[in-house]
């Protein structure tokens, strides 16, 4: 999936982010796998991607079920 902030022109489309998922066989009893991807490098610093994937992380953690 990815994820774009401006869904209207292409052009105007300056940070995107992927995010790729996989769904184990036990889900939702563990938490998805999943990678960020940084689509928009010039614009987004990959540490700032590293810390949201982290976060996601953790928050996945406390959803579990």
Do not use: W
């Not at 995107?16 to 010039?42: C, G, T, W």
């Amino acid at each position: 999936m990815t994820i774009n902030a401006n869904t209207e022109s292409e052009d105007m489309n300056y940070l995107k982010i992927k995010i790729m998922f996989d769904l184990q066989n036990s889900y939702p009893e563990v938490a998805p796998h999943f990678r960020l991807r940084n689509l928009s490098p010039d614009y987004i610093d990959n540490k700032f991607v590293d810390y949201c994937e982290t976060q996601l992380r953790n928050r996945a953690e406390e959803c579990i079920g």
